[in-house]
Structures are given as structure tokens and as C-alpha cells.
């Protein structure tokens, strides 16, 4: 019980989007760190200027490490980044495997990790190996995706991390909640196992 609790605090950042509805999005932030001390995080994104986070002070660490899609079975709990298919199906671009007994952000909502992509989160039910890749029945409240995996997809497990594994030189992965002086702030950062960036 206490490590699901430590592992769901650790991916809630990725329910973020559904959880504040109308209210102004919170930041996601992807990018490498420059400087990182007890109290922020100073983050340089592909394009753009540095962006400053303030480190709350309960924020912890989750490890994005690649397994085979194998690992994702009938009853899996999965959020996947999809494009939406003119025929009503998804294709995915990474799909990030949650620990057993752990689900959040359940839904279907937009995302950003490319233009028009959306995340879905639910329970796996029927896995079947396709032409294109392994497709994936996914169910969620009020809805259900079919979701094509293709090969060359990265699939990862979201693992509790360190915070001395977070450092200058490692990408990362978070999302921030923007305070009433305007400043973020975030509780989790995401990394990826030996250096990758996480893939969401």
C-alpha cells in the first residue's frame, strides 16, 4: 500500500490536465536542466528561453524505463500520447505503464507532445498483434479508444526515482502549476532511465 501511494503522487502530474478542467492549463515542461538547487529548477526547452520552476517542498521523482510491449496485457493500466486516425482508431507515439493498482487521469484530452495529439489513460482490454503494430482496446470512463502501437514506439514503466538522480544535464519531463505572482511550481519531475528523455 505505501509504495502505490508513493507511485501515485509520483505520476499525478500527469492527470493534471483533466483534474483542472476549464481553468487555465498547467505548463508542461520538456527540456534539459541547466541549474537545479533545493528550492527550483531552471529547465532550457528545445525552443525558447530557460524556463524557472520552484521545487515544492514534497516533490518527488519518477523513472521512465523502457520494457517491451509485451509488458502491456489485458488489465494494464496505460496512458498513451495518440494521433487520432481518420477512421476513428488512435496511433500511438509512447505509451508509459503504470505500476499495478495505480490509475490516474483516466480519459481522453488533448495534449501537446505533437500538433493534434491527444492522451488517453484507461484499462487495457483486448491486445491484439496487428499488421501495423500491437492494437490495444482501451477503456476509460464514459468512452474506449482502439490504439495502434506501431514497433518503433517507445513503451516505458514509471518507476519511483531519487532526487539526487536529478541533475544538470538530464532531460526531463514535468508539469507546473502556475502561482497567483505568476512564478510555477511543480511537485514531480519525470527523468528517464540511463539519460533518455521521458517520452511523454
Same mark, same amino acid.
Given at each position: ?59 518527488? !521523482?519518477? #523513472?521512465?524505463?523502457? =520494457?517491451? @510491449?509485451? /509488458? $502491456?496485457? %489485458? *488489465? ?70 482502439? !490504439?495502434? #502501437?506501431?514497433?518503433? =514506439?517507445? @513503451?516505458? /514503466? $514509471?518507476? %519511483? *526515482? ?39
Amino acid at each position: 500500500m505505501k509504495f502505490r501511494l508513493q507511485t501515485a503522487a509520483l505520476v499525478l502530474a500527469l492527470a493534471c490536465s483533466t483534474a483542472f478542467g476549464a481553468a487555465p492549463s498547467p505548463a508542461r515542461v520538456r527540456g534539459v536542466i541547466t541549474a537545479i538547487d533545493a528550492s527550483k529548477v531552471i529547465v532550457q526547452p528545445k525552443e525558447g528561453a530557460p524556463i524557472t520552476v520552484t521545487l515544492a517542498p514534497e516533490w518527488r !521523482v519518477s #523513472v521512465t524505463k523502457p =520494457v517491451s @510491449v509485451d /509488458q $502491456i496485457v %489485458p *488489465g494494464s493500466f496505460v496512458g498513451t500520447t495518440e494521433v487520432p486516425q481518420d477512421d476513428g482508431t488512435g496511433r500511438s507515439l509512447e505509451v508509459h505503464v503504470f505500476p499495478p493498482g495505480v490509475k490516474v487521469g483516466e480519459g481522453h484530452y488533448a495534449w501537446d507532445l505533437r500538433p493534434g495529439s491527444m492522451m488517453t489513460n484507461g484499462t487495457v482490454g483486448k491486445v491484439v498483434a496487428g499488421a501495423h503494430g500491437r492494437e490495444l482496446e482501451i477503456s476509460y470512463p464514459n468512452g474506449q479508444r482502439k !490504439v495502434t #502501437v506501431p514497433p518503433s =514506439v517507445p @513503451v516505458v /514503466q $514509471i518507476e %519511483p *526515482g531519487k532526487r539526487e538522480q536529478v541533475k544538470t544535464g538530464i532531460a526531463v519531463f514535468l508539469i507546473a502549476l502556475s502561482r497567483a505572482d505568476g512564478s510555477l511550481v511543480t511537485s514531480s519531475i519525470s527523468i528517464g532511465a540511463n539519460g533518455e528523455a521521458p517520452p511523454m
